[in-house]
């Protein structure tokens, strides 16, 4: 089975800190995703990564960035944590376009 | 641009009820459709999947078939238990043009005793 690891499962930080979620898969699998998932607004797509090194924006990137050194490792940044960047972020990862994605059981993130 | 519509919840039930959640899609090309599972706490699990048309995806006693013609994926399942509680996303892959999934808005499910 797919093995998506997401570092943490609830983080309090605060505003303007620079916050760190990281994720790790174990199926050597190309493509990852970063999302947040908000109530009434469900999963919306904040970066995406198809190889190392390389990402793309999703469909809400402002004020999050992303660090793929690794194939295993998908890093998001928050670089000035903001309250409205509370949220449930969820973690992805898949092995070819068109594959179904793996989740992680996702960070309950918090800034106050 | 491609998008999924799903029915709204809450949808509550008795166990043992038939269930369906509906599902619509519009894509441009030949999407692969998909059902995840939430369960409270947790991130989303994939529950079926169908590629191509007339297919039809089933896991755990739900199935859905990937109907073209309506463009449609809806999820049935027979009888329903209390632990089937959960969100439900339907989800399209465009093989064509894209690394992304779009989802739709989820639909909540509580089965009760």
């Known amino acids: 089975d797919v093995k998506v690891t997401q570092s943490s499962r609830y983080l309090v930080k605060r505003t303007g800190e620079k916050v760190f979620l990281e994720c790790v898969q174990d199926?050597?699998?190309?493509?990852m995703f970063w999302y947040r998932q908000d109530p009434g607004l469900g999963l919306r797509l904040i970066y995406f990564?198809?190889?190392?090194?390389?990402?793309e924006k999703g469909d809400i990137p402002e004020g999050y960035s992303v660090s793929r050194e690794k194939k295993e490792r998908f890093s998001l940044i928050l670089e000035s944590a903001s309250t409205n960047q509370t949220s449930m972020y969820l973690c992805?990862?898949?092995?070819?376009?068109?594959?179904?994605?793996?989740f992680g059981d996702g960070t309950r993130l918090s800034i106050l | 641009g491609d998008s999924v519509t799903q029915m709204e919840g809450p949808v509550t039930l008795s166990e043992e009820a038939f269930l369906t959640i509906n599902c619509t899609y519009t894509?441009?090309?030949?999407?692969?459709l998909f059902w995840y599972v939430q369960y409270p706490g947790e991130g989303l699990q994939l529950l079926l999947k169908?590629?191509?048309?007339?297919d039809k995806g089933s896991n755990k006693g739900f199935e859905a078939t990937y109907r073209k013609e309506t463009t449609s994926f809806h999820l049935e399942k027979g009888s329903v238990q209390v632990s089937d509680s959960a969100v439900y996303f339907c989800?399209?892959?465009?093989?064509?043009?894209?690394?992304?999934?779009?989802f739709g808005s989820g639909t909540r499910l509580l089965v009760r005793p």
């Open positions: 169908a590629t191509k048309a007339d």
């Open positions: 199926m050597d699998h190309e493509n």
């Open positions: 992805a990862s898949s092995s070819a376009r068109n594959q179904p994605q793996h």
């Open positions: 990564s198809y190889d190392v090194k390389m990402k």
């Open positions: 894509a441009t090309g030949y999407p692969s």
């Open positions: 989800a399209l892959s465009d093989r064509d043009s894209s690394y992304k999934l779009i």
